[in-house]
């Protein structure tokens, strides 16, 4: 038998609530519901953010592919995310304005809230209102929303590279990333450097 | 503020991208979190004008079902459960209305609200947010992860520089 199994709708539902309760304890102990931290990268204060997010994003794709290639999981059957690449371009651009100006995205804010954040209530309240913006001005929108449909276009296939070669190239992105991150945070902690920064300002 | 309440950013990263891992196999889905708060606006809405709502037709497949039987509605209450499973373990909780150092109250409302609103319309456009593209995408090395996580960031450092105020 191979993965994703077939389970039954109440299964699969129970699932959801068990894989959600295990997503918030993660964000919220790499401290995804405090605002200052979430916009601290756009400050280059606090790089939490990229940290976690492409430690996810490699420790997920490694056992993706391994457990593929394994044949214990069937890709055919898991959902990829489809591309609709000038919608998702602008849409990412906007996203990241609401991010700055909210201090949260659309789980961090569940996360906020969780914490005691009255604040994310009032963000997930706009962002119920902004889904209800969007499908409003939908007929106006639904040119642009499906324009650029690039299906299940993915790095690999597109630069014509085995998915290994590329993991290997986003490890050592990442590492490069992580590295600077790592370094620009201690300097920025710095006693001297503060002081000379204060000076400056 | 005591910073070491919270996980090395490398450890919660490991977590998430196993939570990540054990719903592509499970579920045979990523991980998602805007598609509940379109259920949920949309079921109000409709609750309040059934007559306008029915006439939106982009809504339509977030009303098919009840939001107890929508999986991604499922996974965000376990978001809220899961978070605050973590801000009691390590005695985090506390009611506050945060917001930058600078800024009144009633400009956080309107930041938070206003912020709000363009993360709402941006993760309909984009076909989902930070969870839905950018962690899920990025993992499968979807084209749209990647073309989201970069316009995001790049958008975001950009408009801190225009905003230098808001969180400093």
């Not at chain 1, 038998?1 to 309760?21: E, H, K, Q, R």
């Not at chain 1, 597109?158 to 290994?164: K, S």
């Not at chain 2, 509940?36 to 006439?55: D, E, H, R």
């Amino acid at each position: 038998m191979s993965a994703p199994f077939v389970l039954s709708d109440t299964v699969n539902l129970a699932a959801a609530v068990v894989i959600g309760v295990f997503f918030g304890f993660f964000l919220e102990r790499g401290g995804m519901g405090n605002p200052h931290k979430l916009t601290g990268v756009f400050y280059r204060t606090d790089f939490a953010v990229p940290k976690i997010m492409f430690t996810a994003i490699l420790v997920a794709a490694t056992g993706l592919f391994l457990l593929s290639d394994l044949k214990v999981l069937d890709m055919s059957r898991v959902w990829i995310i489809p591309t609709f690449f000038w919608p998702q371009l602008v849409g990412g651009a906007l996203f990241g304005l609401g991010y700055l100006v909210s201090g949260y995205c659309p789980g961090t804010a569940v996360a906020g809230l969780a914490s005691g954040r009255l604040d994310a209530l009032v963000t997930m309240a706009g962002i119920g209102s902004g889904t209800l913006l969007f499908s409003t001005l939908y007929p106006a929108l639904a040119g642009f929303y499906n324009t650029s449909d690039m299906g299940t276009a993915t790095l690999p296939e597109l630069l014509h590279v085995n998915h290994w070669a590329m993991l290997a190239l986003v490890y050592v992105f990442a590492g490069i990333m992580f590295y600077a991150m790592e370094r620009h945070e201690r300097r920025g902690h710095h006693p001297t450097v503060k002081k000379a920064l204060h000076a400056v300002s | 503020m005591n910073k070491d309440r919270l996980w090395s950013p490398y450890l919660a990263g490991v977590g998430l991208g196993l939570t990540l891992l054990a719903s592509f196999i499970i579920a045979g889905q990523g991980l998602g979190a805007s598609r509940a708060f379109t259920v949920v606006a949309g079921k109000a809405m409709n609750a309040v004008a059934p007559a306008y709502t029915a006439t939106l037709s982009y809504l339509s497949r977030y009303l098919e079902r009840s939001p107890f039987s929508d999986w991604t509605f499922l996974e965000v209450t376990g978001v809220l459960v899961g978070a605050l499973i973590g801000v009691l373990m390590s005695r985090g909780f506390k009611v506050r209305f945060d917001r930058g150092s600078t800024m009144s109250v009633g400009m956080r409302v309107m930041t938070a609200f206003g912020g709000g609103i363009i993360l709402g319309f941006a993760s309909r456009l984009a076909r989902g947010c930070t969870s839905g593209v950018a962690l899920t995408g990025g993992a499968q090395f979807a084209l749209s992860g990647w073309v989201f996580v970069i316009a995001m960031f790049t958008s975001g450092f950009l408009f801190a520089a225009m905003f230098r105020r808001l969180w400093s």
